[in-house]
């Protein structure tokens, strides 16, 4: 696991908490922001998915 797969899943988790707390709270700017940072997260989750695969593939490929 890479630095960008960690960072991304932990602003995922900081999205899902800032939208439970926009919806508890009746606050659509903080759910909103929650929105946005899960999205980010699953992008910066997605790109060290890749590097990793790309990697992995490297090895296998240049034994």
Avoid: H
């Avoid at 960008?4 to 903080?30: H, L, R, S, W, Y």
């Avoid at 910066?44 to 990697?55: H, M, N, T, V």
């Amino acid at each position: 696991m890479n630095k960008d797969q960690v960072k991304g899943v932990g602003e995922q988790v900081k999205g899902k908490i800032n939208e439970a707390v926009g919806k508890a709270t009746d606050n659509p700017g903080k759910e909103l922001k929650g929105d946005l940072q899960q999205g980010a997260g699953k992008v910066q989750k997605s790109y060290g998915d890749a590097k990793e695969d790309a990697k992995d593939e490297a090895k296998r490929n240049n034994p």
